[in-house]
């Protein structure tokens, strides 16, 4: 007998029949004997409804009263879904995130988790009950209840798999696992047996929606088994991807893994600035202590006492961003800002980088014969990034993939 955790994103649970199909999946394991948890997003396109909603009344919503809001979507789910399994004769039972106590941070909209208590959902394991949670929320020290930014959902799950010390986690979405690039980009792409944490780590901080980062990062802290499968496939088993801690027998000839990129970034660049100790943070800590995450960030070699400073940000926070940048610019007194959201980051990934040289001279030539300029670039052990016009996305992502050859089966 193991202990099951199971999530399943919002298309997976999209109307009340694939609600039932899931119940059915559900109970399958249950009658093998197994323990499970399952976990769930809200209703396909319900988060964004009520986003929509939220701004019909306030333009820029009040975050402790949008979380609050927002968070009734996995309420429905997990009711639904309950009721759906003792519908079938199966003993369940749901609970939100404040009712399990999954405590996080108060930062409310993107807050992190900081401890579960896991004592409820072990006791009625253990009286033959599927426990039913909510992903994608918690609660406070001070009660207020929070999210976790979206795809949180998957953060949940795998932290609830860790606190459990579950057998494995399985992550149940619309596709059948991890892909070496976004199939609607280029058919030819392969679902992957495989990948290592650490790559998979990277496709998700790069791009890959197959994974929300913070899940990842959680599953490779507390070394939970990760499975990634399709909720509209009927084999449980050795489907999907598995999401390994050690290198596959055949990594040395696997060089790359796959191609991510992500639209989702805008580029600042402020411009005459004094090259000086400190600068980087002098322009940096204000838009940290803003709540927002910066990406790239390259730092030109000084002339005459000034230099350019570029960094990328999420879209999402770019009118922000240059907003809290406008007072610093005057104490700092740089030049001014250059700044536009239409880029896009295109990265390779694979673990085999540390073994091989040449990967990117690979990469920088097989964009050059394109066209294709490259405004920054990002490196680290098992990754190649840059920056490029967003119009060129698309062709990046293919002749990439094909330069490296990923089409071919392994």
Same mark, same amino acid.
């Given at each position: 007998?193991?202990?099951?955790?199971?999530?399943?994103?919002?298309?997976?649970?999209?109307?009340?029949?694939?609600?039932?199909?899931?119940?059915?999946?559900?109970?399958?394991?249950?009658?093998?004997?197994?323990?499970?948890?399952?976990?769930?997003?809200?209703?396909?396109?319900?988060?964004?409804?009520?986003?929509?909603?939220?701004?019909?009344?306030?333009?820029?919503?009040?975050?402790?009263?949008?979380?609050?809001?927002?968070?009734?979507?996995?309420?429905?789910?997990?009711?639904?879904?309950?009721?759906?399994?003792?519908?079938?004769?199966?003993?369940?039972?749901?609970?939100?995130?404040?009712?399990?106590?999954?405590?996080?941070?108060?930062?409310?909209?993107? &807050?992190?988790? @900081?401890?579960? +208590? /896991?004592?409820? #959902?072990?006791? *009625?394991? %253990?009286?033959?009950?599927?426990?039913?949670?909510?992903?994608?929320?918690?609660?406070?020290?001070?009660?207020?209840?929070?999210?976790?930014?979206?795809?949180?959902?998957?953060?949940?799950?795998?932290?609830? &798999?860790?606190? @459990?010390?579950? +057998? /494995?986690?399985? #992550?149940?979405? *619309?596709? %059948?696992?991890?892909?070496?690039?976004?199939?609607?980009?280029?058919?030819?792409?392969?679902?992957?047996?495989?990948?290592?944490?650490?790559?998979?780590?990277?496709?998700?901080?790069?791009?890959?929606?197959?994974?929300?980062?913070?899940?990842?990062?959680?599953?490779?802290?507390?070394?939970?088994?990760?499975?990634?499968?399709?909720?509209?496939?009927?084999?449980?088993?050795?489907?999907?991807?598995?999401?390994?801690?050690?290198?596959?027998?055949?990594?040395?000839?696997?060089?790359?893994?796959?191609?991510?990129?992500?639209?989702?970034?805008?580029?600042?660049?402020?411009?005459?600035?004094?090259?000086?100790?400190?600068?980087?943070?002098?322009?940096?800590?204000?838009?940290?202590?803003?709540?927002?995450?910066?990406?790239?960030?390259?730092?030109?070699?000084?002339?005459?006492?000034?230099?350019?400073?570029?960094?990328?940000?999420?879209?999402?926070?770019?009118?922000?961003?240059?907003?809290?940048?406008?007072?610093?610019?005057?104490?700092?007194?740089?030049?001014?800002?250059?700044?536009?959201?239409?880029?896009?980051?295109?990265?390779?990934?694979?673990?085999?980088?540390?073994?091989?040289?040449?990967?990117?001279?690979?990469?920088?030539?097989?964009?050059?014969?394109?066209?294709?300029?490259?405004?920054?670039?990002?490196?680290?052990?098992?990754?190649?990034?840059?920056?490029?016009?967003?119009?060129?996305?698309?062709?990046?992502?293919?002749?990439?993939?094909?330069?490296?050859?990923?089409?071919?089966?392994?």
């Amino acid at each position: 007998m193991a202990l099951i955790v199971q999530k399943y994103g919002g298309t997976s649970v999209g109307n009340a029949e694939r609600i039932r199909n899931v119940a059915r999946r559900v109970m399958r394991w249950h009658a093998r004997g197994h323990q499970v948890v399952v976990v769930v997003s809200a209703m396909s396109g319900e988060t964004n409804r009520l986003i929509a909603l939220a701004r019909e009344i306030q333009a820029e919503p009040d975050p402790r009263e949008l979380d609050v809001m927002v968070s009734t979507g996995e309420q429905v789910t997990i009711g639904l879904l309950a009721m759906a399994l003792k519908a079938a004769g199966v003993k369940a039972r749901s609970y939100t995130g404040a009712q399990v106590k999954i405590v996080t941070d108060g930062a409310f909209t993107k &807050a992190r988790i @900081l401890s579960i +208590d /896991e004592a409820r #959902i072990r006791a *009625d394991l %253990d009286h033959g009950c599927v426990v039913v949670v909510a992903g994608f929320q918690g609660v406070d020290e001070a009660g207020n209840i929070t999210t976790l930014g979206r795809g949180g959902s998957d953060t949940t799950g795998v932290a609830l &798999a860790a606190a @459990l010390k579950a +057998d /494995e986690c399985q #992550i149940y979405t *619309d596709v %059948d696992g991890v892909y070496t690039t976004d199939p609607r980009i280029v058919p030819e792409a392969r679902r992957l047996k495989t990948i290592t944490f650490e790559e998979m780590l990277e496709m998700a901080s790069l791009g890959s929606k197959v994974l929300q980062i913070r899940s990842v990062e959680f599953a490779g802290k507390y070394k939970v088994r990760l499975r990634v499968l399709s909720s509209f496939d009927d084999n449980d088993d050795d489907a999907g991807t598995l999401i390994t801690f050690e290198e596959d027998e055949n990594m040395e000839q696997a060089i790359i893994s796959g191609i991510a990129f992500n639209r989702d970034e805008a580029k600042i660049t402020v411009q005459g600035v004094p090259d000086r100790p400190g600068i980087a943070y002098q322009i940096l800590g204000p838009v940290g202590d803003a709540n927002v995450d910066v990406d790239m960030i390259v730092q030109n070699v000084g002339h005459d006492g000034m230099t350019d400073f570029s960094f990328t940000v999420h879209r999402n926070d770019y009118q922000k961003t240059l907003k809290t940048l406008e007072p610093v610019v005057k104490h700092i007194q740089a030049r001014g800002i250059i700044s536009g959201d239409k880029i896009a980051k295109v990265s390779v990934v694979g673990v085999g980088m540390r073994s091989h040289a040449g990967i990117a001279s690979t990469a920088f030539r097989t964009l050059a014969e394109e066209g294709i300029n490259i405004e920054m670039i990002s490196t680290s052990e098992i990754k190649i990034s840059v920056v490029i016009e967003e119009k060129y996305t698309e062709l990046a992502v293919r002749v990439l993939h094909k330069a490296f050859g990923l089409e071919q089966a392994s």
